[in-house]
């Protein structure tokens, strides 16, 4: 005589249960992990549908920014103008504060440590400060003024409006000295602007955002 089997992989015990908290709990058979062993899991996928991300979506070659309606992703010349003008401004004032103490030790090294000396080499941190402060303040001012109407005149921001912008803020800041002066200056601001375009253009090239100022 064959033996029954015994244990949970019983037949009997498949349909023992007792009661839950909503009733029986032999609403269906019970199984042990051997039976269940060979049972092909058809349809099923071990991995969850949580993590089943498209890696298309992870990687984006263009950046995504929220911006109001109308906007651009990059800011435009009226935008920078004040950046630039106040940027101007402290850059010549450091670089004169400190053009204007070299100057004054310079000039009062024969002079023994004194309240003259002193104030004559303030006097001439704040000159000289103060001036160099006012020409680069004078340039960008010019400078985007001449980018925004270009701008606005054109109804594009390109290179091109740099280069234009330049060229004519040296040939307007020179004019005082006569044709010869003003065709220096346009040359200078041609030879800048032109050598800042070549270098935002490479700086796009290698991934980098370009900027427009």
């Not at 244990?7 to 009733?23: C, E, I, V």
């Not at 109308?70 to 940027?87: C, H, M, Q």
């Not at 504060?97 to 001439?124: C, D, F, H, Y």
């Amino acid at each position: 005589m064959d033996k029954e089997p015994s244990g949970p992989s019983s037949p009997g015990s498949r349909s023992a249960g007792g009661f839950g908290l909503f009733g029986s709990s032999s609403a269906g058979p019970q199984y042990s992990k051997r039976e269940l062993a060979g049972v092909p899991l058809t349809g099923m996928s071990p991995l969850s549908p949580y993590l089943n991300v498209d890696p298309r979506y992870l990687l984006q070659d263009t950046d995504e920014f929220i911006l109001p309606t109308g906007a651009n992703k990059t800011r435009g010349r009226f935008e920078l103008a004040f950046f630039t003008i106040g940027g101007c401004c402290i850059t010549g004032a450091v670089f004169g504060a400190v053009n204007g103490l070299r100057m004054g030790l310079s000039e009062t090294r024969n002079m023994a440590w004194s309240k003259p000396r002193n104030v004559q080499i303030l006097n001439m941190v704040t000159r000289q400060g103060a001036t160099l402060a006012n020409t680069l303040g004078s340039l960008a001012l010019l400078y985007s003024a001449f980018g925004v109407i270009i701008e606005k005149a054109r109804g594009a921001e390109d290179d091109l409006n740099t280069i234009a912008a330049g060229t004519l803020t040296g040939v307007l800041y020179k004019s005082p000295g006569g044709l010869r002066g003003a065709a220096r200056g346009g040359l200078l601001g041609l030879t800048l602007s032109g050598l800042y375009a070549l270098y935002n253009n490479w700086n796009h090239l290698k991934g980098s955002s370009p900027t427009r100022y």
